[in-house]
Each structure stands twice: as C-alpha cells, then as structure tokens.
C-alpha cells in the first residue's frame, strides 16, 4: 500500500544561469500527480523526466513522463498490463540520458504470494514511452533497472517470486533488451529465498 512516508514532491529547476555560478531556483510543480515514488529519472538536458507511481486506483499506477522539465505530467502506459484492482505498478524507471526517447520500465506485484504472471515484466519505450514493449527474459518480480547513457546496456534486478532461474539475482542485457544473462557469481543467497537484489544502481 502506498506510504505517506515515501512521498515525494516535484520540483523543476531552471537551465544554469548567470557567469557566477550555479544558481538553481526550485519550484514546486503543483501539477505533478499525487504519489509520485519511488524513482525520479532525468535526461541530460533535464527536459524529459519519468518517474514511478504506485496507487491503489486501477488506471492511475504506472511511468508518468514530463517532456517540459517537470511542469506538466501525462500516464502513458500503453502496451503494459496491470492488475484492475491496482495491485501491480511500475517498480522502477530508467531512460536513457542521451536519447531520453530510450525508455524502461520494471513492473511488479504488490504481492508475490503466487509465481509470476503477466504484470511481472520488464518494458521498453523507443518513442518517449508512447508505446512499451516486454522485454523481459521471463515473468518474475522486477523491482530495479538501469541502463547505459546511451541505452544499449540495461541491468535489472528482482525478488522472489517462485521463478527459481530469475529469482534475487541480476539481470545484464548488452543490446538493449533483447537478450540476457544473469549476473550472480560472486554473490551469496539464502536457499530460503529469504533475502535478494534490492538495486542494481
């Protein structure tokens, strides 16, 4: 369920101004949607941004996206499932900074008593997030990505949720997507499934 502890607000700033220095001002966009959480990714112009949002209302979880440096937010999920009961949401975004049309999402289950469905996926976006694709090697409890400046390399991280291939490990793409390999050598983990990847960043 959604804390009121994890809330954050959103603030755009300005491009750099002045021969002096860093001279930021912050305002708040009273625009952006309630319950924006989790993660907030910008491009390196600071134009476009993405960010999760996890709601308890079917049809308001999801990216939402901002092309005007954060003063007006439009949902754009197309392409993606979600539970109706809006029990499943996007767990984390990324895009990439030098091509910000390169979008990714990792969605998930609020819960994962049950092994994993269609709303555990891996999307991308190669058009601002107009429309996603799934990307993922397999349907498990997605909660982190990341990818390379350029987009091509993506890293995604997940918990347990009954896919024993997938499960508390890290997931490496090298050309955006289309094929993975898991990344745990090295790495430690309870038979149990008691503990996993909580970040890849």
Partial sequence: MYSAK?????FRHPAWAGPTGLQYVWTEQTSSPAQIYGRLVVSSDFTTQISTRQSSVSGAQGPYISVNGGATWTRKVNGMTFLTSGGSFSADVTLAKQT???MYSA?????VSTLPSTYDKIYKSTDGGDNWSAISPADSTWQSIDCS???SIV???NSNSGNATYDRKLSLSTDGGSTWTRKVNGMTFLTSGGHYIVTGK
């Fill in 100 to 102: 910000p049309a390169i």
């Fill in 149 to 151: 400046y350029d987009g």
């Fill in 107 to 111: 969605n998930r289950r609020e819960f």
């Fill in 6 to 10: 994890r809330r954050f607000r959103l």
């Fill in 155 to 157: 890293l995604a991280g």
